[in-house]
């Protein structure tokens, strides 16, 4: 999955996404991902919902003839025109508090005394973090525990009927594991080929394990806080890599945006996409990050007019990056992953393989942005452990023939990438297949 998050503030009424959605089709994306639609409670916040079954007039265009949810559906037709699949945030762990099903079902609820309880979240450093405009499900211990997730099965089909095939399940972990087997059994008895992806980020790894055996088709990894040091990051993905598939993303729309993190560094851009979109099977990026917008994404005030301009753009970058994941099973699957020694300490080299063992891939990475870096490989075949030939598929500069030793100087943050090609049904290499330019040839 190569998802495109379209961040419904920045891009307004529905009536005007195509042209976010044309963008993201040439870059090479597979599906949008859009966060709650829905209408909200008196916080505003896209994530504080008041009605699951009533659009936001925020992104409704009045005086069409339309309806929001054929207005909606017009939207979805036209992503679905350019081959693109829609996914929405599913938010079954809390409401709105000023939501009517607060006095419509109070044992729906978590109750703190006399009041409902918020919904909040626990850090990575302990830290609580409590949401006090939301109310908490109590899909625990609430006496009709039957009713609350009839509802929250009506939820999904509502969505679906919208056009939705993908939703990516808010706080999925705090939501325990025989809710989300009922849920998604149930909807894919008349819906087989629906995506369910759980957002686990924050969690510890046994809850990741615990949720994502429920069935889900995904979940979300931590690889954008990884410093190309420790060890963590290869010891989380080897825990759940065969249990499921994991998606990557350089920013979010709960993180600071990387253009202001990393001081308006288009090297710090492209190495961050870089490594996200082949180190797991799936990579996420949010809108403007291909235009270094620096304003953090906010799910209240964001508004359309906050579209930055930018002279930045790294489109032809990422769909580069896009293709090369596309080309190669390596990357699109959770392969086993090892870190390489090098002698520049400045340098990550990662082998990753198929399953399989039919694609291997070397990768070898500038940690640094700023500087170049000298890269040296005596034998890139023996160093990636194959007896077959490699071929270099690397985004920028790829090389038509790999000497051996290999030297080059590497620019501030560029990455390189070589594969062994596998060999397709038809008996065809699958480099012979790449459609690029003429020089990126076998060694």
């Given at each position: 999955m190569k998802i495109y998050n379209l961040f419904p503030r920045l891009a307004g009424q529905f009536k005007d996404w195509t042209p976010h959605l044309e963008r993201a089709s040439r870059m090479g994306f597979d599906w949008i991902f859009v966060n709650p639609i829905q209408v909200l409670g008196q916080s505003r916040s896209l994530y504080s919902i008041a009605d699951h079954f009533a659009i936001n007039t925020t992104f409704v265009a009045p005086g069409t003839g339309r309806t929001p949810e054929e207005q909606v559906r017009a939207m979805v037709a036209e992503a679905d025109r350019l081959g693109l699949g829609m996914m929405i945030d599913l938010v079954i762990n809390h409401c709105a508090k000023d939501s009517r099903l607060v006095q419509e079902h109070p044992d729906w609820f978590v109750r703190d005394g006399n009041a409902v309880a918020s919904a909040f979240c626990v850090e990575s450093d302990g830290n609580r973090v409590v949401w006090h405009d939301l109310a908490q499900f109590d899909h625990r211990g609430s006496p009709d525990r039957a009713g609350?997730?009839?509802?929250?099965?009506?939820?999904?089909?509502y969505l679906i009927d919208l056009g939705f095939r993908g939703f990516r399940c808010d706080a999925a972990y705090q939501i325990p594991r025989p809710v989300w087997e009922h849920l998604i059994t149930h909807i894919r008895k008349a819906h087989p080929d629906v995506v369910f992806v759980a957002e686990t980020l924050g969690c510890s790894p046994e809850q990741t394990r615990e949720t994502a055996s429920a069935g889900f088709d995904a979940i979300f990894n931590s690889s954008k806080w990884w410093d190309f040091e420790g060890g963590w990051l290869l010891e989380q993905y080897e825990q759940t890599r065969r249990l499921v598939p994991s998606i990557s993303f350089p920013e979010s729309h709960d993180t600071e945006r990387l253009f202001h993190e990393s001081g308006g560094n288009p090297n710090a851009m492209k190495q961050r996409y870089l490594f996200a979109a082949?180190?797991?099977?799936?990579?996420?990026?949010?809108?403007g990050y291909e235009h270094g917008f620096r304003r953090r994404l906010d799910v209240v005030d964001t508004r359309p007019e906050d579209w930055e301009d930018t002279h930045l753009d790294l489109t032809g970058f990422i769909a580069d990056v896009n293709r090369i994941k596309d080309r190669f099973a390596v990357f699109r699957q959770e392969g086993p992953i090892e870190r390489l020694h090098h002698p520049n300490p400045a340098i990550l080299l990662l082998r990753k393989t198929t399953d399989n063992g039919r694609e291997t891939a070397l990768f070898a990475l500038s940690k640094d942005p700023w500087n170049q870096q000298h890269l040296r490989i005596e034998d890139i075949c023996q160093v990636a452990r194959t007896t077959d030939p490699m071929l270099d598929v690397s985004?920028?500069?790829?090389?038509?023939?790999?000497?051996?030793?290999f030297e080059l100087t590497l620019g501030p943050g560029m990455g390189r990438?070589?594969?062994t090609p596998a060999i397709r049904s038809d008996g065809e290499s699958a480099a012979r297949a790449i459609p690029t330019d003429d020089s990126?040839?076998?060694a």
């Open positions: 609350l997730l009839a509802y929250c099965v009506k939820m999904v089909e082949l180190f797991s099977a799936g990579v996420m990026m949010p809108i985004p920028e500069s790829p090389m038509d023939r790999i000497p051996t030793p990438v070589w594969v990126a040839q076998v």
